[in-house]
């Protein structure tokens, strides 16, 4: 029996997390989102059947982590800083316990588990990426350890001119990261999204 996919989720410090809200919300409700679209994305990725590991340097978000369940990935392990590196430390971790892998954003609010598996049933054949709506890149998934990395403003675009037999995944359901205001008006209005609107208020 194959093993379950590594579902790896980077995390910011949840307290400066979401700052383009903030012409919206105060530092507490941002924080209280941003805590509760992770934890939304990661049951979806559990209901999937993927094993979640929660990529982070910061002592708050790992407590988090482990309260919930989860598995704690150190984001320097692979030596190198940013998501780009967070993201390879991820990979790594996946090809130690000899498993495929995914790195998820970790605020896509309209995520649902057969989105994801969608996405889980394509990796190990090849590498797989979800594009966000606006030209970024919300999921990468693979089974080996040559994708390249770069995360950052059009980095879908980048992502497919520096990695090689790379499929395109897309998803209304995984298009949307949160990340203006604008994003949230609109998974708000969405039946998807519609959750946020009582944590918004």
Known sequence: MS????????????????????????????S?????????????????????????GDSGVERWARRLGYLVVSETLSGHAGLD????????????????????????????????NGVFAASPAGTVIVPSYNGGTNIVAGNGSGFRFAYGPGSFSRHL?????????????????????ADLDRAMTLAAGRWLALLVG
């Open 32 to 56: 209280e989102i941003g805590r509760a679209v992770a934890a939304h994305t990661a049951a979806a990725a559990t209901d999937a059947g993927a094993l979640v590991a929660i990529v982070t």
């Open 85 to 116: 590196g967070a993201a390879a430390s991820a990979v790594m971790e996946a090809m130690r316990r000899q498993r495929p892998w995914a790195v998820i954003h970790a605020d896509l609010p309209l995520v649902t588990p057969s989105a994801l």
């Open 161 to 181: 001119a520096t990695n090689r037999q790379v499929t395109v995944h897309t998803d209304p359901h995984l298009a949307l990261d949160l990340d203006t205001t």
């Open 3 to 30: 093993k379950a996919i590594l579902a790896a989720i980077p995390i910011k410090p949840f307290g400066v997390a979401k700052q383009r809200l903030s012409s919206r919300l105060d530092a507490r409700h941002r």
